[in-house]
């Protein structure tokens, strides 16, 4: 257990649904992050947030909407989505505020997310 | 921009043998490396990393790394593999420069172990 986790592991949705997926750290940390893993790509960072401020939004669709209430949980929001979202989608937290940090990322176990 | 090349989709190695694990980088600045694992159905967990200082650095379950400044590299190894070492491993580059905690994710290597 790497003290992140997210909720709910497994997810199907149709196009026309809204969902939301969460995550929630157990760590301490000030940073968290959301990534999207799809197969045979390079992880993808989504966003970013640091002390509840976001600080990277990497060319996302408007159809992913983050929400960081605080420091502790951090949401993302799902709404008509296309089949080529179907990915896993990674939380991960770290210990620093975003800066000149050397700090590592503690993973979640991901959101398996399939678009019909 | 910085960037991770792992060169090999694939390693195969019997139980026992040394492993090895590529990773090249292209970064400015210095670069700060990682190495994660990730296993079936599960996150990425973390195994260790550079930042400065000695070359040859240490990590979880056995796994060492080295950094070679000249040839750009920070290859995983470990001297001897277990079966339950097979998993998905991802290199990652994050460079000083930037002004927040942005990792760059090579495209993974999977490693087989066979008894």
């Known amino acids: 257990e790497t003290g992140v986790t997210q909720t709910p592991r497994h997810l199907v949705m149709g196009m026309t649904n809204k969902k939301s997926l969460k995550c929630e750290q157990h760590l301490g940390h000030n940073a968290m992050y959301w990534y999207k893993q799809s197969a045979k790509k390079p992880l993808e960072l989504m966003f970013v947030y640091s002390l509840e401020e976001r600080v990277e939004n990497n060319s996302v669709p408007s159809r992913f909407s983050p929400e960081c209430p605080n420091s502790s949980h951090l949401f993302l929001h799902l709404h008509t989505l296309q089949p080529e979202d179907s990915a896993l989608y990674l939380c991960a937290s770290s210990q620093e505020p975003s800066g000149t940090s050397t700090d590592t990322q503690y993973f979640g176990p991901g959101t398996r997310l399939t678009v019909l | 921009a910085q960037s991770v090349a792992q060169p090999e989709d694939q390693v195969n190695v019997a139980e026992g043998n040394p492993l090895t694990v590529k990773c090249t980088y292209s970064?400015?600045?210095?670069?700060?490396l990682f190495w994660y694992v990730q296993y079936p159905n599960r996150g990425l967990q973390f195994l260790l990393k550079?930042?400065?200082?000695?070359?040859l650095v240490k990590g979880s379950y056995g796994f060492e790394a080295e950094f070679n400044k000249s040839q750009t590299s920070f290859h995983l190894k470990k001297p001897s593999a277990l079966v339950s070492d097979s998993a998905l491993y991802f290199c990652a580059v994050r460079d000083s420069n930037t002004g927040f905690q942005k990792l760059v994710f090579g495209t993974g290597t999977r490693l087989l172990v066979s008894p």
């Open positions: 970064v400015s600045g210095n670069p700060y």
């Open positions: 550079y930042i400065t200082g000695d070359n």
